[in-house]
């Protein structure tokens, strides 16, 4: 069975080759000594301020089961790489090594680490690409929900966006994740079971099509399902509005529809009219639903022009993060042995070193961010909590969505106004490094600048 | 264990809410006719001009084995929205229809089926959601990679993908759908697995800042991989491809390192200047591997320049498909109880009834594409095979990715050469309706809007 959850014998495949080619080769020397690797985010996408870190969870229930079945290693034999002495080793692998990070539905900006894992050099090495991809997803579609629950300005974000999601655990782990930046239901079911998320829907065209007439589908619905959400532009919007108004008449006090669904055309235009048309005749109680290529911008676009609006069913451009596809993140060795290690690759440089994020607060409202040292005191808050400890998880890091969804509520409301804008805040919030994390990356960057040219 | 292939019993709850609203509506109303549903692309994105059909193995799987479990339907009642008899109906569902589709690796264009589902109505409503999910994912991704292949001009393309992919199963059935389109391999070794794909994968900078030296971790690696893929630009580029040259000399003969790696900076002057250091110690044969934030146009930039690169490793913006998240697409009821449905709203209206659609060729190459009704003859050859009947698996429906990789190769071939290009075909490739079901549309367009009106 395809679970939201990953786990299973044969799941610690899921990685890159090189992973287990380079495993093979520190196995082989022996360098297992201590390495620190931290995931962070290099840069927003444009005219994002912050992301919303999510996805740990799942990331340490693969990390506490990540283990090599007879069966996965007999498929490595075939590949001709690795020696038997390595599949022994991959025999008897667990993870023992500890985990920081910060609680799913915190706010970060980019440089800091989101997780920063410690362990054996081969076992921080084997969860790279599964870490990267749970984490990079979940905090993308996080993050992407929490601009379209803004922009909503207090209307209700119902997640449709499971048919466009990128497969299936895309659209389970994406409905937990809207869930966490705010959205108030999914329409997958599966995933509303997974997480216990509340599930919502209303009806296709498929089903007024399947009727020879659009009234009586609307009158069968509304029988069976009274508080139902009715759509009404199968063929003709406000003609369809109209027909819902003749079945309120024919119901009279059993008409208990709760809104209308617009899914096409001008829908502020449109909500204005079938909002004048379902007041006319006094259903001022129905709502008005929207969907149909909606994103932040369209949404606030809608609220700008006082669309009479009470909700919106958000799908494509949300479950894919459409104008931001992917995050600019990495997973980087830190430290190893005791030291600090770091890379000059052409803008994608790393900072060195076990590490602690400080958050400082002025006048009720986050101020700076210090990215510090492991060991070196800060002022402000510790951000970076430990998760796991020797392969074991802790109660820090326990899959709670609803934990997850008050800290990201909470910790936005602390943030300062000009990051809630859609658009770059100017200026941007402000990520300091300490003096201990400059010096470091300076002394190693001089360091590794000479040894390069040598 | 998560499988890239879904089944299980409760894998039929990966379904939208409405679905299973809809569903009770219909089984209440003993609604349960033949429906036929098509899925097709309304528009191909901004300079595509055509898809690659993938995901139908995946369909035929999910539909072949969906139903509901004790625990599903516990979990279904808890909802509120379900009446015992219809939870009972759901405890005996199976999939009894037939489906009909482009095999996997067809190049298809807009309004084309890709799929057509001919079922009693409750049936073919409810794959829907899967079925979306998996053909529009695997459909972009192959049509996706298809680009980014005939960019690279005969190089290797590597799979790279996996950790920006959205999620689990994107990466699993990324690698596959990619393979489809003539990517070479994979470095997903799960993916590799399930699939038989090539895995493929050299190392990574993390490898190269463990070790205190550069020139000790290439050394180290390539005495335990001799023909292995070695990373130059940790630090310094030509440093580091200058450090592999000496490598070259103290090995002697025992040198066999295949290529070097490039993956940061001006990937064409620094293939360029790596070529020359290479040649001028004698390494021609050592080949040029880039990677870096590569896509169609970045590779074929490379290319025009004359980069000296043999292979490229293509991630991030492959596997999210980052131009074009998505695609226009639908699944549409087109025709039930012998009636044909379409639908009128804005910008999204469907054709109606069962169709068939027809190829022509002309000088031996692809020429113009016939949408007809099913019964409806047409010069050309038809397309839609039947992959499903009476809920099972027809031969032409079983997974095969080796027969897809050689359609998807051949139908290439016979694309008309200025479909090729990357940029949008002037004119597009043709696709005409025939007179039937041209006149189907008119009368039941005219109906409808009559009807809607009233």
Redesign the interface.
Known sequence: ???GR??????A??????????L???V??G?AET?V?DFFIRRLPRRWNYVIACGIADVLHFVENAHFSED?LV??SS?G?FSQEFLDYLAGFRFTGDIYALPEGSIAFPSEPLLEVVAP?PEA?LV???L???V??QS?MASKAARVVRAAAGATVVD?G?????????????ARAFHVAGVAAT????A??QYGLP?????????V??H???SEALR??AA??PE?VLLV?????L??VRKVVALAEEMGKDFAVRAIRL???DLGALAHAARRVLDDAGLHRVEIFASNSLEEYAIADLVRRGAPIDGYGVG??MS???DA??LDCAY??VE?AG?G????????TSLPGRKQVYRQCERGAFARDVIALADEPSAGAPLLVPVMRNGARLPAGRDDVTAARERAHRHREFLPPRLHSLDEAQPPYEVALSEGLSALRDRLGAE??K????
């Open positions: 069975m395809l679970r990953d786990g299973g014998a044969d799941f495949l899921f990685t890159d080759l090189y992973i287990l080619t380079m093979q080769a520190y082989r020397k360098m390495a690797f996965a498929y490595l590949l790489h050099l090495q790279e690409t599964f990267i991809n749970q990079h997803f993308l449709f499971s048919r466009r999601a990128h497969g299936t655990d895309a659209a389970i782990k994406g329409s997958n079911v599966f509303g079971r599930v919502r829907g209303t009806m296709a065209h498929s089903y099509q399947a020879d007439d659009e069968h619905f069976l399902y139902t532009d199968t063929y003709d919007t003609a369809g899914d096409s055309g494509t451009r894919v993060s459409s596809p992917t980087k060795l190893y030291k290690r770091m890379k000059l690759s052409a803008h994608k590794l600048a040894g390069a040219g040598s």
